[in-house]
T-cell receptor, first 115, second 113 residues
Framework: EAGVAQSPRYKIIEKRQSVAFWCNPI?????LYWYQQILGQGPKLLIQ????????DSQLPKDRFSAERLKGVDSTLKIQPAKLEDSAVYLC?????????????FGEGSRLTVL | KQEVTQIPAALSVPEGENLVLNCSFT??????LQWFRQDPGKGLTSLLL?????REQTSGRLNASLDKSSGRSTLYIAASQPGDSATYLC????????????FGSGTRLQVQP
């Protein structure tokens, strides 16, 4: 079974530029999450989708971050304009259980460096 | 506020030692608790999932326990090996409020050969 796929793995941009990350979850998984992990910290939830609807985006900085989940499958996370403090690893995860009580599977992450 | 705490932040042990990693959470009303491993530059690998009705789970040399009443979980690693060196994260899904994993900051483990 293929895992959660993310791209790109690494991205370096200047502040005020834009960037987009892509995630393909495990086939059949209804719930998709984007987490932000700053160096030395645990991951922090940015947004949670169930199928193609948003369940929780309360911690997403909506003035600069946006995310969508196309047809309840793939998802993209965009940052525009980027700030220095956005330097982090962006992790995508998916779970089978629509009640979000099941096991989560994570991708390898996309590491963003903002200069 | 619903929080997850892991102490210590870092731990170094000699190979072969049995060790315990600690996780505490502020709200005992949880759906489940998960332990993850993270290698440098990599994503998270799920190790053990404990449902709220369970007291422990075992996988190989790993044993995780859950005590909801005291808001604690421990991850026991038997006969540690250098290959166990990684950051270990625990995470909780709360029964109320946000229905997604809330993570601790992790314990960075170094097993010395």
């Amino acid at each position: 079974e293929a895992g959660v796929a993310q791209s790109p793995r690494y991205k370096i941009i200047e502040k005020r530029q834009s960037v987009a990350f892509w995630c393909n979850p495990i086939s059949g998984h209804a719930t998709l999450y984007w987490y932000q992990q700053i160096l030395g910290q645990g991951p922090k939830l940015l947004i949670q989708f169930q199928n193609n609807g948003v369940v929780d985006d309360s911690q997403l900085p909506k003035d600069r971050f946006s995310a969508e989940r196309l047809k309840g499958v793939d998802s993209t996370l965009k940052i525009q304009p980027a700030k220095l403090e956005d330097s982090a690893v962006y992790l995508c995860a998916s779970s089978l259980d629509t009640a979000a009580t099941g096991e989560l599977f994570f991708g390898e992450g996309s590491r963003l460096t903002v200069l | 506020k619903q929080e997850v705490t892991q102490i210590p932040a870092a731990l170094s042990v000699p190979e072969g030692e049995n060790l315990v990693l600690n996780c505490s959470f502020t709200d005992s009303a949880i759906y489940n608790l998960q332990w993850f491993r993270q290698d440098p530059g990599k994503g998270l690998t799920s190790l053990l999932l404990i449902q709220s009705s369970q007291r422990e789970q075992t996988s190989g040399r790993l044993n995780a326990s859950l005590d909801k009443s005291s808001g604690r979980s421990t991850l026991y690693i038997a006969a540690s090996q250098p290959g166990d060196s990684a950051t270990y994260l625990c995470a909780v899904i709360w029964a109320t409020g946000r229905r997604a994993l809330t993570f601790g900051s992790g314990t960075r483990l170094q097993v010395q050969p």
